[in-house]
């Protein structure tokens, strides 16, 4: 059986391609989808691709990745990054690695920016690389299962 990743985007992110294409691209999140499909089909991987503009939903989504016993998960929050302290606890209450990923380099924007309360809980981070950075982050997930095993 293939391990499953959850890839779970938040608020916003459903306007990719519209929303400051100076900052986040022209690619649209069917788009980075579709990518990363294909990349978890040549890793022998499992995903599935959520997004919702609601802190809830995410919560419940990342608590469903512990109890389904997910191979792991990779989290764009959004502008969730630097407030929820939900999702932190949340990604804390679950026993799967993680990959926080951003679209742009967090730390070359707004100060408030810099502050990731998912990196608290995360195995390691991806910025700045656009949607290759969900690509990488599938490639890293990838390597942490075949060394776990």
Known sequence: MKPKILILNGPNLNMLGQREPDVYGTESLGDIQIRCQERADTLDLDIDFRQS?????????????????????ILNAGAYTHTSIAILDALRAVDVPVIEVHLSNIHRREAYRSTSYISQA??????????????LALDALANMLNSAK
């Open 122 to 135: 995360s195995d390691g981070m991806i910025c700045g690389f656009g949607g290759l950075g969900y690509e």
């Open 53 to 73: 503009n609601h802190e809830g939903d995410l919560v419940e989504w990342i608590q469903e990745a512990g109890k389904s016993s997910a191979g792991g998960l």
